[in-house]
């Protein structure tokens, strides 16, 4: 715990709206500097658990501490927490300037020491130009600096970030989010991200909170959320295009997909019975020609060049539909290949619970 | 819409409307400078034969116009007071508080839109009279200081006001007087002046309840002095009474002036978002 940041803790929090349960006895602690993404589907709960860290509502039943003490008690200056929203909700009637200078004035902090403030942060955001102009003067891109600008200025140790980005132009997005990151890298607030976008929140994230239907299904770093989903459903959410999954059979070892095997024997224990099998696109071999023990035989459906790589839909002899991406190809559209998957990036998932079974193929 | 052989006929048919709307305040000034006798001979006339200021003249050592003037300013700016404060307390009340029986409470405030002044007009008197503010400004505008329609507007203009800018005061601890006064006010402004203007106007305007309440010639407000022109008792110099309306007009007529870019824009972005 340092001087610029805070520890969050959410100790069993439910949040229920008459009968509808939003939030299901959630745990999660953060630490301090940490860059903490809530990553989910809308709906999911992420945006009320910002929205309780930051004292706008209350937790039906559990509490929320930052660095161990409830919200209220140590938020008298409110600087404990900034927000920024997904509609940047600036004051419409206040030039950017007094925007920033809003809550520093209603607290009293004397003139001096606001305006040098006001001024480092216009400079750190290129804002300095804009400073007396409207909201409404303004492009979607600056807004949502001037929203970042208004976090910034009242130094608080937690800064939480509701979609900020989503609003803006995707040229833009890009800049946008390095700012962010370079804002957390300089100061080492405690940050809490919501977002909807896998790609943000890997590329923002020290961790990724993955949530669905109120409960966090895996919180990790994004190399193990994408690597080693708990579940199929983080192992679906994340990625683009999505992980293929496919039934399969074990059988004393054996890796059966339509009754022919198509990975070496696991010599992990398993029992003999179904399971999914999660295999990301771009761990396929698709070849012509080159044919293995393991390999099998798709019509390649379509192709579509994307530049970076190649996305190719597949079908298999049993009617069942795969992504593949590949760099090179030189197949067309109907031709049968053979394609080979990789045993050590894949997952096997339980049919019933969902869960990733961790089956001995991981370095 | 329109293409260059109809717009004629548009502009025929608006300039009869503006004609209509306009003609009876052109009357009435026209014959609040004629005398008497012309203003019989040719009351149609527009163009009085032999402009005068005797009416005016006359008017101001019959009557006290400043102290007339005075009371009915008073009276109307304390209602509209009343009425744009109470209004927007109460709207701002009913927008960001969360508590039982809200929408029932908020129906039985837009349900006394519905009652008919003259039914609360004798329950209104007693209290008056009791509280011993006969004759008094106070007492006609004591029961008008606040008005559900006002409630009504302000509640739908701060329904579009974004959540999230509250919620951003409120992170930041704002205190909840100061995202009254300081966010919601000046946002709400557009609609709080022509709220306020049509307020105005109508408490300016109003007749009945003032009669009731104020008996005393030194109380009375522009349009009781103007009844004692028409009626009866007050005989038949027509033109007198004429110059008085003018009088009368004049203040509503300069701020229905100063703020009509505001009472227009509310009228056509009112019901759009």
């Known amino acids: 715990m340092g001087e610029n940041n805070a520890t969050i803790e959410l100790k069993q929090i439910s949040k229920q709206f008459k009968d509808n349960k939003i939030i299901n006895e959630l745990n999660l602690s953060i630490q301090a500097g940490e860059f903490l993404v809530l990553l989910g589907p809308s709906g999911c709960g992420k945006s009320t658990t910002l929205r309780m860290i930051a004292g706008l509502e209350e937790p039906t039943t559990g509490d929320v501490l930052i660095n161990g003490k409830k919200l209220k008690q140590i938020d008298e200056d409110g600087h404990t927490v900034a927000m920024v929203f997904q509609d940047y909700a600036l004051y419409p009637n206040m030039t950017v300037y007094q925007n920033l200078e809003y809550a520093l004035k209603v607290h009293k902090i004397p003139v001096q020491s606001r305006r040098s403030r006001i001024e480092a942060v216009l400079k750190i955001l290129n804002l300095t130009n804009y400073k007396n102009r409207l909201p409404s003067q303004l492009s979607g891109g600056q807004k949502q600096r001037v929203a970042v600008g208004r976090g910034m200025v009242k130094k608080s140790k937690i800064f939480l970030l509701d979609e900020p980005l989503s609003n803006i132009d995707i040229q833009l997005r890009e800049k946008a989010r390095d700012e962010i990151q370079n804002m957390h890298l300089e100061n080492r607030q405690t940050i809490v991200y919501v977002t909807h976008d896998q790609l943000e929140a890997m590329a923002l994230g020290d961790r990724i909170a993955v949530m669905d239907q109120g409960i966090i299904q895996m919180i990790d770093t994004p190399e193990n959320i994408y690597n080693k989903p708990t579940n199929l459903f983080v192992a679906k959410f994340i990625g683009t295009p999505q992980i293929n999954i496919i039934e399969i059979e074990l059988n004393n070892g054996q890796v059966l997909f339509n009754n022919k095997p198509i990975m070496k024997p696991s010599t992990y224990k398993l029992d003999s019975k179904k399971y999914y099998l999660g295999i990301r696109p771009e761990n396929f071999s698709c070849s012509k020609t080159e044919r293995n023990e393991f390999s099998f035989e798709v019509m390649v459906d379509n192709i579509i060049d994307y530049g970076r790589f190649v996305q190719l839909s597949l079908i298999t002899k049993d009617n069942e539909y795969l992504k593949a991406t590949v760099n090179k190809f030189d197949f067309q559209k109907g031709e049968t290949i053979n394609v080979t998957l990789d045993q050590s990036t894949s997952i096997i998932f339980d049919q019933t619970t969902g869960k990733n079974l961790y089956w001995g193929n991981y370095e | ?273």
């Not at chain 2, 608006?14 to 203003?39: E, G, Q, W, Y």
């Not at chain 2, 109307?76 to 927008?95: N, P």
């Not at chain 2, 009375?220 to 028409?230: C, D, G, K, V």
Request: aromatic fraction near 12%.
């Open chain 2, 1 to 273: 819409m329109f293409d260059k052989g109809k717009i004629n006929y548009w502009h025929l048919l608006l300039i009869l409307v503006v004609l209509i709307a306009i003609l009876p305040i052109l009357f009435m000034v026209s014959n609040s400078f004629k005398t008497l006798r012309d203003s019989y001979n040719t009351m149609l006339s527009l163009i009085p034969l032999r402009p005068t200021l005797n009416n005016y003249l006359m008017l101001n050592r019959q009557v006290n116009l400043l102290t007339l003037t005075w009371n009915t300013f008073l009276m109307a700016a304390i209602v509209t007071i009343g009425k744009l404060l109470t209004g927007l307390l109460t709207a701002y009340a009913f927008r960001s508080y969360r508590f039982k029986g809200k929408m029932f409470v908020y129906l039985i405030f837009v349900s006394t839109i519905f009652v008919p002044f003259t039914i609360i007009m004798i329950p209104n008197y007693l209290v008056i009279a009791k509280l011993n503010l006969l004759n008094n400004v106070l007492g006609v505008a004591l029961p008008q200081l606040c008005d559900a329609t006002g409630i009504m507007i302000f509640l739908k203009t701060m329904e579009k006001i974004p959540n999230t800018l509250i919620d951003a005061a409120k992170v930041d601890n704002i205190p909840n007087r100061k995202i009254f006064f300081n966010i919601v006010i000046p946002i709400l402004k557009p609609s709080i002046v022509s709220v306020g203007a049509i307020f105005f106007i109508n408490s300016w305007n109003e007749y009945v309840w003032p009669t009731l309440i104020l008996k005393d010639k030194a109380s009375f407000t522009l349009p009781l002095a103007l009844q004692n022109y028409i009626s009866s008792e007050g005989g038949t110099n027509f033109p007198l009474a004429m110059a008085l309306s003018t009088i009368m007009v004049i203040l509503p007529l300069i701020i229905y002036l100063i703020f009509q870019k505001y009472i227009l824009n509310s009228i056509s972005t009112s019901g759009l978002k």
